[in-house]
């Protein structure tokens, strides 16, 4: 069932919310080994489901990221340090609220979204719904676990360096990071303010579409418009850096875009190889000034690789924001000069599918590289230039999923969920689900 | 125990965050020198970089 049609059938009457919510709590329970949720809002729910607005998304259960504030409920960040019960919605919840959707708890993270396994020390790792001893990626895993295993119709993760598109891929659902600015950041536990973007992950691109059309006001969407004529651009480096199984999904996903009338050629994007080296110079030193006065208090009470992730930020020198700033604005211009020829580019989303849950390392093209290192490359250049991404599952190796990356111009979400929409009219990947415990959903 | 160059870059790192009140154990300060190993020298190519690109 997904959201679209939830959305459909509520209206409709065909259901009421409360029963929907309450088939989701069930599955939630059920399923509580994969360690999805941090906090479930059973009771209130329940209660909100009497009395939901009539808005677009009335009576639809959906989940948000522990770093971003519910009203009411405490925000942790799966951190030991962060205990925050806020006494408003962030934007982007009040926003889901006023559209009429229910929110049924907090996702599991990376701690304090700073990282990309999901595997905190206080909260426990989150489990991948394809493969339980599998990381779900991150930060954003809770969000990627619960959309993959049905434990909520859609979900809100954030993304600073790949963690929404992260866990998309892994878990092998859909996912949306907006151009910087348009989701509001208010509300939400940052990581680096002038990077940060919080966006949907549910089963498809139409799903991703209905809670962004809640999210932000401005985005219009274009989901019908197929993808006759449309110019895609290949990132081959991205391509060829890949696991070779993953790169063959991705060749047979390019395929699929011609057949449906879109236009692929090759793209070169300047100075890729920068964009990694940039963006740790822009976020780490915002995140340590973020966590400033809980690294003068709290220190010890963070995970080892945040602990020394934020002290890295502390310690760089003030140059290293200066540089990575002028290198953002270099790096972002000649991007665009790039995009010029094309509507998209495209790329296999992650270079490897979800490795064991303690493996710190993957292998791609022939090197032992650290698992995170190895996905910077895939995640930074878009960030840095504050450009919409989409993943979109394209397939299966050894059954883990992987993923397609959709990245469009800055505020051109329409055409990235446009293209994710024609695509997954053709093909069912995005339908794929893993086996799960407790009842199914119903058919509705 | 580091070498005699790590633990100077220790003591320094140390010292960096003493003065802005925050007190590193000598594991994190080992964990910092081995990440700022990797991405200092990749900082000043980029600053290069940026500097050529410049003229």
């Known amino acids: 069932v997904s959201l679209a049609r939830l959305v459909e059938g509520l209206r409709a009457r065909e259901f009421s919310s409360r029963e929907v919510v309450s088939v989701y709590l069930e599955r939630i329970e059920a399923n509580a080994d994969l360690n999805a949720y941090i906090s479930i809002r059973a009771e209130e729910a329940l209660a909100e489901a009497e009395r939901t607005p009539a808005g677009p998304l009335h009576g639809v259960p959906v989940a948000v990221k522990d770093v971003i504030d519910v009203a009411g409920t405490t925000t942790t960040a799966a951190s030991r340090i962060l205990r925050r019960i806020p006494p408003r919605d962030a934007t982007a919840v009040a926003r889901l609220r006023a559209a009429g959707a229910v929110v049924l708890g907090k996702l599991n993270t990376h701690e304090f979204a700073f990282g990309a396994t999901t595997t905190s020390p206080h909260f426990g790792p989150a489990h991948n719904p394809w493969a339980h001893d599998r990381i779900c990626g991150g930060s954003s895993g809770g969000s990627g676990a619960a959309a993959a295993a049905d434990l909520a119709a859609g979900t809100l993760g954030t993304d600073t360096a790949g963690s929404i598109r992260i866990p998309s891929a892994l878990c092998g659902v859909t996912g949306l990071r907006p151009s910087i600015g348009l989701v509001p950041n208010d509300g939400v536990e940052p990581v680096s303010w002038t990077v940060d973007a919080v966006g949907p992950i549910a089963r498809s691109a139409e799903d991703c579409s209905l809670l962004l059309e809640a999210l932000a006001p401005e985005y219009r969407p274009d989901l019908d418009g197929g993808l006759g004529g449309l110019r895609i651009g290949l990132v081959e480096p991205l391509l060829e850096r890949t696991q070779p199984e993953v790169g063959a999904l991705a060749r047979s996903a390019l395929d699929e875009l011609r057949t449906l009338g879109a236009r692929v050629e090759s793209a070169v994007v300047p100075h890729i190889d920068a964009a990694g080296t940039i963006l740790q110079a822009v976020m780490l030193p915002e995140a340590a000034q973020a966590h400033l006065p809980r690294l003068r208090t709290r220190l010890a009470d963070y995970g080892q690789d945040v602990r020394t992730r934020l002290l890295a930020g502390l310690l760089l020198p003030a140059t290293a924001h200066v540089t990575g700033t002028r290198g953002r604005e270099w790096f972002s211009s000649e991007l665009e000069a790039a995009f010029e020829p094309f509507d998209l580019l495209v790329h296999p989303a992650m270079p490897v599918v979800a490795p064991p849950i303690g493996e710190d390392t993957v292998e791609v093209g022939g090197e032992r590289l650290l698992f995170r290192l190895a996905l910077i490359p895939y995640n930074s250049p878009w960030a840095l230039a504050g450009l919409p991404v989409a993943s979109v599952p394209c397939g299966f190796v050894d059954g883990m999923p992987a993923g397609l990356a959709l990245v469009g111009r800055r505020f051109d979400e329409a055409t990235v969920l446009r293209a994710a929409h024609a695509y997954q009219r053709a093909t069912d990947w995005h339908e794929r689900r893993p086996t799960t415990a407790g009842t199914p959903l119903p058919t509705w | ?55």
Not at chain 2, 20 to 26: I, K
Not at chain 2, 29 to 50: D, G, K, M, S, T
């Open chain 2, 1 to 55: 125990m580091g070498t005699p160059t790590e633990s100077s870059s220790e003591e320094l790192l140390r010292r960096l965050a003493a003065r802005q009140g925050v007190e590193p154990t000598d594991d994190d300060l080992a964990a910092v020198r081995a990440f700022l190993e990797i991405l200092l020298p990749a900082l000043v190519e980029l600053a290069e970089r940026l500097a050529e690109a410049q003229t």
